[in-house]
C-alpha cells in the first residue's frame, strides 16, 4: 500500500486499530489466483498474530497457498467528501474525494486444521467482543460439532502499514468544514480524527508556509515581491 509521508498513521492509532476486534478482509494467493474473505479477528499478542477461523471448506482454508505471506485489511472507517463541505470552495472550486482509515497487516499465514485450535480461536474472538459466556450456553456436543466444521487461521504481523487520507494536506477552514460536515453525517470516528489529527496537522503546515512566504518576500525585497 502507498502511503504518502503527510497520510501516515499516527503510531497510537496503528496500535489500537491492530489490537481492537474488528472484521477485515483476509488476502491469499493459490494456484488458481488469489482469495478474499470478510472475517472478525482478534489479535493474539504472545503469537504477535491477527487470528480468524474460516469455514473448513473454504478454499483459503483447503488450498496449498501459492504464497506463503497473506494480507489483512482492517478498514476503520471511511466518507465520501463533497467539496461543498470545504471552505475554501467558495473561492476555489474543488473536486470531489474520499477520505478514509485503514491498516494492512500483512505476514505468514498458519492454518491450523485441529479443532481444538479452531475452537480455542472460536472462544477467544468471542471473549475479545465481550460475549465470552455466549459460547458456554451452547452446549459440549454443538461445541464439538462447530470446530469440526471450522479451521484456525493466523496471520503474523509481520509488516504492519497504516494509512489515514483524511485531508491533512488542506486548508485548516476546509478541515473544520469536514468536522462540521462528518459530525452532521454521525460519523464520529473520522470526525475525532480530523479534531485529534488532521487539524493540527493543518495548521502547522499552514503556518510554515505562511511562514516561508513571508521569508521569500522579505528576501526578495520591494522590487520583486509585486
Request: glycine share 6%.
Amino acid at each position: 500500500m502507498y502511503v504518502a509521508q503527510h497520510f501516515e498513521l499516527p503510531e497510537d492509532y496503528t496500535r489500537r486499530l491492530l489490537t481492537s476486534p474488528r472484521r477485515g478482509n483476509l488476502v491469499t494467493v493459490h494456484d488458481h489466483g488469489p482469495e478474499a474473505t470478510l472475517v472478525p479477528f482478534y489479535y493474539d499478542d504472545a503469537a504477535g498474530a491477527l487470528v480468524t477461523h474460516l469455514v473448513r471448506n473454504n478454499p483459503q482454508a483447503a488450498e496449498p497457498l501459492a504464497q506463503p505471506t497473506g494480507l489483512v485489511i482492517l478498514d476503520e472507517a471511511d466518507a465520501y467528501v463533497s467539496p461543498s463541505m470545504y471552505a475554501t470552495n467558495a473561492v476555489m472550486p474543488n473536486v470531489p474525494t474520499w477520505d478514509y482509515i485503514t491498516l494492512h497487516v500483512s505476514g505468514r499465514v498458519r492454518v491450523d486444521p485441529s479443532p481444538d485450535a479452531a475452537l480455542e480461536a472460536a472462544v477467544r474472538l468471542t471473549e475479545a467482543m465481550g460475549d465470552g459466556g455466549t459460547l458456554s450456553a451452547v452446549g459440549q456436543d454443538k461445541l464439538q460439532r462447530m470446530s469440526r466444521a471450522i479451521v484456525a487461521v493466523s496471520v503474523e504481523a509481520t509488516t504492519v502499514r497504516g494509512k489515514a487520507k483524511m485531508s491533512q494536506n488542506r486548508h485548516p477552514d476546509d478541515v473544520r468544514g469536514l468536522i462540521a460536515a462528518m459530525e452532521a453525517q454521525g460519523e464520529e470516528r473520522l470526525a475525532r480524527y480530523l479534531r485529534e489529527v488532521s487539524l493540527p496537522y493543518a495548521e502547522e503546515r499552514f503556518a510554515t508556509i505562511t511562514r516561508l512566504r513571508g521569508a521569500r518576500r522579505a528576501v526578495a525585497g520591494p522590487g520583486l515581491a509585486r
